[in-house]
């Protein structure tokens, strides 16, 4: 590896990186996966463990019954409906929506969700069946349960800045990926090779394994996830055909447009009645209502068919559970969408597959676990490639930062430890919070998620003040002895363990005490090695000093961080732009519908990004790298507003 | 085909079927047998053994899940045979061939309970 830009060689004759295309995307590889590296494994970790949140979830629930009795007949539904309404009725009269959760197979309660408008909190509450009283919050341990690993693992909990920051973050790592398979030289006759025992060479080898066995699977959840965000990561092409994104939504899956509130007081018709009609219709239970701008004269109302779980999963374009849409004051059918039937044609198929994909909606459990082993896979990669970054540095600093190099390589030593041993540690902690919170308090399920994140920023602080070496392992060794005593913990708070669960057939608990058990035995194992390496001397203080007493290196000049600068958002903004331009121009030479050829244009423009931004680091000289996506930008997005200034007329 | 003799016989088959291709690789060949040769005939015997036994392994996936689901199950199935084969290599070489010829066994055998 010795392609490895090296600035205080070049700094007299280089911009941004200099030499071939291969060393270019080594570089990119390099620089691009360590800074983003932290952030990824934190999406990659949760969303792995978010993959079993359905069980997690079940584990965070000890009370709750092993099988709840679900089959309930359409007078119960409309009777739950009726009482949701009462209570909607009493609690919020007017607003921005009600929703209502009739009582199911996860939960033989009604849950209601509601909120008034767009900048209020969401309020929820649980009522009972039957008799439409509010369930007591302590017979049920509130919490938010598998659900905070999905959350983090897509928005950090962080609402639409977050989902941006994952967004941003997961183009990062398709430019890593492309890079990296540039890089690697040797994919196939690598293509089984770990040595272990070899440092440096042990590092780089379960990094490239880890990769390249499972790089479809990388490239297929990266891109889905762009997908499944895509009119908010990509509006350009939208917003060049339609005024709005409602418009296009309604033209794309033929349904009436939402409508804007009138300020008009009026009383929204009774539920039952409309949840009946839809039963009719659908020909099959209703599991969802929802209304929107509740005691406005715009008031609609959407009931949801029960979506068979089960049967579908055997699908990857998968059949809804079809919906009806009613005026909300009239009770007058606005749009019947049948069981089964899909809308927006091939385009809108392809979308719904790539969300199916990367949610692992299908396939049943074989998915699920192969899903884990390749998400904990794709965990390692990027810890290992973190790891590696420092491990080639220790050997020999390469003061890439100048005098600054000792504290850069320090920062970055606290970060891997505080992320990938620290993020283990609050993820773990999150289910001990869930054991050792009493039951019933206010707020709850805030309350587990704000001690995830303190266990979180204590592992940060731990890892800012020891010593990078005694950190991994404390750390690593911490994470494993609350992994390996969660099940006795378990067993002293509620009674239950996993001899238990299993004797009473219940796996989804069995699952997760079996499987925290197994990854806690993994931790202590690498906390041992790391142990063990501890006794070779390598020690952190001596490459620091090393790199000190070379604190006469050259510091990085300014006009080579200016042209990493200019390559970065020439790389950033202006593949943005050319992506943008692409979905404005490409749906007018699509020969399909208006709006399924804005979605796939759409769709292909992520393609787009990475091939500018790949284009861009391949060019050295950052002028013509802006000079390239500034025409290509221009070009498309003029000929799109030609092109549909010409078509209005 | 049930479920779990599917999965059975895809992982079965994809281990047996990487490490089939991983033989047919000089330095993996040395690792399992010692031998610091590996004849082009040899070499040419563990590819061809190798893919046979990977396309096999699609068989259950998609009798079990369908040709779609199937699919993305059996590339499942394939990374985690090459990730368990890629840990025996260093550490118990002897065992990842004995095993993965076993594995080739335990696949037939649970295709034919299938049918």
């Given at each position: 590896?010795?392609?490895?830009?090296?600035?205080?060689?070049?700094?007299?004759?280089?911009?941004?990186?200099?030499?071939?295309?291969?060393?270019?995307?080594?570089?990119?590889?390099?620089?691009?996966?360590?800074?983003?590296?932290?952030?990824?494994?934190?999406?990659?970790?949760?969303?792995?463990?978010?993959?079993?949140?359905?069980?997690?979830?079940?584990?965070?629930?000890?009370?709750?019954?092993?099988?709840?009795?679900?089959?309930?007949?359409?007078?119960?539904?409309?009777?739950?409906?009726?009482?949701?309404?009462?209570?909607?009725?009493?609690?919020?009269?007017?607003?921005?929506?009600?929703?209502?959760?009739?009582?199911?197979?996860?939960?033989?309660?009604?849950?209601?969700?509601?909120?008034?408008?767009?900048?209020?909190?969401?309020?929820?509450?649980?009522?009972?069946?039957?008799?439409?009283?509010?369930?007591?919050?302590?017979?049920?341990?509130?919490?938010?349960?598998?659900?905070?690993?999905?959350?983090?693992?897509?928005?950090?909990?962080?609402?639409?800045?977050?989902?941006?920051?994952?967004?941003?973050?997961?183009?990062?790592?398709?430019?890593?990926?492309?890079?990296?398979?540039?890089?690697?030289?040797?994919?196939?006759?690598?293509?089984?090779?770990?040595?272990?025992?070899?440092?440096?060479?042990?590092?780089?080898?379960?990094?490239?394994?880890?990769?390249?066995?499972?790089?479809?699977?990388?490239?297929?959840?990266?891109?889905?996830?762009?997908?499944?965000?895509?009119?908010?990561?990509?509006?350009?092409?939208?917003?060049?055909?339609?005024?709005?994104?409602?418009?296009?939504?309604?033209?794309?899956?033929?349904?009436?447009?939402?409508?804007?509130?009138?300020?008009?007081?009026?009383?929204?018709?009774?539920?039952?009645?409309?949840?009946?009609?839809?039963?009719?219709?659908?020909?099959?239970?209703?599991?969802?209502?929802?209304?929107?701008?509740?005691?406005?004269?715009?008031?609609?109302?959407?009931?949801?068919?029960?979506?068979?779980?089960?049967e579908s999963e055997k699908y990857l374009l998968q059949p809804g559970g079809g919906n009806v849409i009613f005026d909300g004051i009239s009770?007058?059918?606005?749009?019947?969408?049948?069981?089964?039937?899909?809308?927006?044609?091939?385009?809108?198929?392809?979308?719904?597959?790539?969300?199916?994909?990367?949610?692992?909606?299908?396939?049943?459990?074989?998915?699920?676990?192969?899903?884990?082993?390749?998400?904990?896979?794709?965990?390692?990669?990027?810890?290992?490639?973190?790891?590696?970054?420092?491990?080639?540095?220790?050997?020999?600093?390469?003061?890439?930062?100048?005098?600054?190099?000792?504290?850069?390589?320090?920062?970055?030593?606290?970060?891997?430890?505080?992320?990938?041993a620290g993020l283990c540690i609050a993820c773990i902690v999150y289910l001990w919070s869930n054991?050792?919170?009493?039951?019933?308090?206010?707020?709850?399920?805030?309350?587990?998620?704000?001690?995830?994140?303190?266990?979180?920023?204590?592992?940060?602080?731990?890892?800012?003040?020891?010593?990078?070496?005694?950190?991994?392992?404390?750390?690593?060794?911490?994470?494993?002895?609350?992994?390996?005593?969660?099940?006795?913990?378990?067993?002293?708070?509620?009674?239950?363990?996993?001899?238990?669960?299993?004797?009473?057939?219940?796996?989804?608990?069995?699952?997760?005490?079996?499987?925290?058990?197994?990854?806690?035995?993994?931790?202590?194992?690498?906390?041992?090695?790391?142990?063990?390496?501890?006794?070779?001397?390598?020690?952190?203080?001596?490459?620091?000093?090393?790199?000190?007493?070379?604190?006469?290196?050259?510091?990085?000049?300014?006009?080579?961080?200016?042209?990493?600068?200019?390559?970065?958002?020439?790389?950033?903004?202006?593949?943005?732009?050319?992506?943008?331009?692409?979905?404005?121009?490409?749906?007018?030479?699509?020969?399909?519908?208006?709006?399924?050829?804005?979605?796939?244009?759409?769709?292909?423009?992520?393609?787009?990004?990475?091939?500018?931004?790949?284009?861009?680091?391949?060019?050295?000289?950052?002028?013509?790298?802006?000079?390239?996506?500034?025409?290509?930008?221009?070009?498309?997005?003029?000929?799109?507003?030609?092109?549909?200034?010409?078509?209005?007329? | 085909?049930?479920?779990?003799?599917?999965?059975?016989?895809?992982?079965?088959?994809?281990?047996?079927?990487?490490?089939?291709?991983?033989?047919?690789?000089?330095?993996?060949?040395?690792?399992?047998?010692?031998?610091?040769?590996?004849?082009?005939?040899?070499?040419?015997?563990?590819?061809?053994?190798?893919?046979?036994?990977?396309?096999?392994?699609?068989?259950?996936?998609?009798?079990?899940?369908?040709?779609?689901?199937?699919?993305?199950?059996?590339?499942?199935?394939?990374?985690?045979?090459?990730?368990?084969?890629?840990?025996?290599?260093?550490?118990?070489?002897?065992?990842?061939?004995?095993?993965?010829?076993?594995?080739?066994?335990?696949?037939?055998?649970?295709?034919?309970?299938?049918?």
């Amino acid at each position: 590896m010795k392609s490895e830009f090296d600035i205080t060689a070049d700094t007299a004759v280089s911009d941004p990186p200099v030499r071939g295309f291969r060393q270019r995307m080594t570089w990119l590889h390099t620089w691009g996966g360590l800074w983003a590296g932290w952030v990824l494994f934190a999406i990659f970790l949760t969303g792995t463990l978010g993959v079993f949140d359905d069980a997690i979830t079940r584990w965070m629930k000890p009370e709750k019954p092993l099988v709840v009795e679900v089959a309930s007949t359409s007078a119960e539904r409309a009777q739950a409906v009726r009482l949701a309404q009462t209570y909607l009725q009493q609690t919020m009269p007017r607003g921005e929506f009600w929703s209502i959760g009739l009582p199911g197979e996860f939960d033989p309660a009604i849950r209601l969700f509601w909120r008034e408008h767009e900048e209020a909190e969401f309020q929820q509450v649980r009522l009972d069946p039957v008799t439409g009283q509010e369930l007591d919050k302590a017979a049920d341990r509130e919490t938010e349960g598998g659900h905070h690993f999905v959350h983090m693992h897509f928005e950090f909990h962080a609402g639409e800045a977050g989902i941006w920051l994952v967004g941003f973050f997961t183009m990062v790592m398709l430019i890593a990926l492309v890079s990296g398979v540039i890089t690697h030289k040797r994919i196939f006759k690598d293509f089984f090779t770990f040595r272990p025992g070899k440092s440096q060479r042990s590092w780089l080898d379960a990094h490239n394994v880890a990769s390249v066995l499972t790089l479809p699977f990388q490239f297929m959840i990266a891109y889905t996830g762009l997908a499944i965000f895509y009119s908010l990561y990509m509006p350009a092409g939208i917003f060049a055909h339609y005024p709005n994104k409602d418009t296009y939504f309604s033209q794309l899956l033929s349904r009436p447009a939402p409508r804007e509130a009138t300020h008009i007081d009026a009383q929204v018709i009774s539920l039952d009645k409309l949840l009946l009609t839809a039963e009719t219709k659908l020909d099959r239970a209703a599991s969802f209502v929802s209304v929107n701008h509740p005691g406005d004269s715009s008031a609609s109302v959407r009931v949801f068919g029960l979506f068979d779980e089960e049967e579908s999963e055997k699908y990857l374009l998968q059949p809804g559970g079809g919906n009806v849409i009613f005026d909300g004051i009239s009770g007058e059918i606005l749009d019947v969408q049948m069981p089964g039937e899909h809308r927006g044609g091939g385009a809108q198929a392809v979308q719904r597959v790539m969300g199916t994909l990367h949610m692992a909606r299908f396939g049943g459990d074989t998915i699920r676990w192969l899903y884990f082993l390749s998400g904990l896979a794709g965990a390692i990669m990027m810890a290992t490639g973190s790891v590696l970054f420092m491990v080639k540095r220790r050997q020999k600093a390469l003061n890439e930062f100048g005098r600054h190099t000792p504290k850069v390589y320090r920062l970055i030593e606290t970060l891997n430890v505080a992320v990938v041993a620290g993020l283990c540690i609050a993820c773990i902690v999150y289910l001990w919070s869930n054991r050792l919170i009493p039951v019933g308090i206010e707020d709850r399920p805030h309350w587990e998620i704000t001690t995830f994140f303190v266990a979180w920023l204590m592992a940060l602080l731990h890892a800012s003040i020891r010593p990078a070496a005694y950190a991994w392992v404390e750390q690593l060794a911490l994470a494993a002895l609350l992994c390996l005593a969660l099940p006795l913990l378990n067993w002293l708070t509620t009674g239950q363990q996993v001899l238990g669960y299993g004797w009473q057939g219940d796996w989804e608990r069995a699952g997760v005490e079996l499987t925290v058990i197994g990854l806690g035995l993994l931790l202590a194992m690498i906390a041992h090695k790391a142990r063990n390496k501890m006794s070779v001397p390598l020690s952190q203080s001596a490459t620091s000093a090393a790199a000190s007493r070379k604190a006469g290196a050259v510091p990085a000049p300014a006009t080579y961080r200016n042209g990493i600068l200019m390559h970065v958002l020439a790389a950033t903004l202006g593949g943005y732009a050319v992506a943008s331009g692409l979905s404005m121009l490409l749906p007018m030479m699509l020969p399909m519908a208006r709006a399924e050829a804005v979605l796939a244009s759409t769709l292909l423009s992520f393609a787009a990004y990475t091939a500018v931004i790949i284009w861009v680091f391949s060019v050295q000289a950052p002028q013509r790298a802006w000079r390239g996506v500034f025409f290509l930008a221009a070009g498309c997005m003029l000929t799109a507003l030609l092109g549909t200034t010409l078509g209005g007329m | 085909m049930p479920v779990s003799l599917a999965a059975l016989a895809a992982f079965s088959f994809a281990y047996a079927g990487m490490t089939g291709l991983s033989l047919a690789m000089s330095r993996h060949h040395e690792q399992v047998t010692g031998r610091r040769t590996l004849s082009a005939g040899r070499r040419y015997f563990f590819r061809v053994l190798g893919w046979l036994l990977l396309i096999l392994a699609i068989v259950p996936c998609i009798q079990a899940w369908g040709a779609a689901v199937g699919v993305v199950v059996w590339f499942g199935f394939l990374t985690a045979g090459g990730l368990l084969i890629v840990l025996m290599l260093p550490y118990l070489p002897r065992l990842a061939a004995c095993s993965a010829a076993g594995a080739g066994i335990v696949g037939v055998l649970a295709l034919f309970v299938a049918i």
